[in-house]
C-alpha cells in the first residue's frame, strides 16, 4: 500500500513559479511510476508528467513541454513538480499518483493523493 501527500499549491500571478512535493509513504515508492495530473473545475482530469522509478524517462504533457519539470528523490520517498511561467490555464487541483508503467492515462496509476490547489492569476 502507498499513501501520497501532495503540498506546495498556492495562489502565484501569471509567469511565477511553484514547486509541488508529493511524500510517499511504503516500501515500495521506489519501484513505482509517479506521475501529476490536474483537474480544472467542469473539466476532466488530464495528465501533466510522469516519472519511470529510476527518475530517466519522463512524460510530458504538451502543453506543460518546456515549463513544467518532474523530479524524484528516492531516499526521501518524494516526487516534486517544478512549474515555471505558469498561466491562468494552469489553475486546477493538481494530484500526484502512483502506478506501476509510465503512462498518460488515469486509468494505469493506481495510487492518488487528495490533492493540492493552484490558482494562477492574470
Known amino acids: 500500500q502507498v499513501q501520497l501527500v501532495e503540498s506546495g499549491g498556492g495562489l502565484v500571478q501569471a509567469g511565477g513559479s511553484l514547486r509541488l512535493s508529493c511524500a510517499a509513504s511504503?516500501?515500495?515508492?521506489?519501484?513505482?511510476?509517479m506521475g501529476w495530473f490536474r483537474q480544472a473545475p467542469g473539466k476532466e482530469r488530464e495528465f501533466v508528467t510522469a516519472?519511470?522509478?529510476?527518475?530517466?524517462?519522463?512524460l510530458y504533457a504538451d502543453s506543460v513541454k518546456g515549463r513544467f519539470t518532474i523530479s524524484r528523490d528516492n531516499a526521501k520517498n518524494t516526487v516534486y513538480l517544478q512549474m515555471n511561467s505558469l498561466k491562468p490555464e494552469d489553475t486546477a487541483v493538481y494530484y500526484c499518483?502512483?502506478?506501476?508503467?509510465?503512462?498518460?492515462?488515469?486509468?494505469?496509476?493506481?495510487?492518488w493523493g487528495q490533492g493540492t490547489q493552484v490558482t494562477v492569476s492574470s
Open positions: 499518483a502512483g502506478g506501476v508503467e509510465l503512462a498518460t492515462i488515469a486509468v494505469r496509476y493506481v495510487y
Open positions: 516519472i519511470s522509478w529510476s527518475g530517466v524517462s519522463t
Open positions: 511504503g516500501r515500495t515508492f521506489s519501484s513505482r511510476v
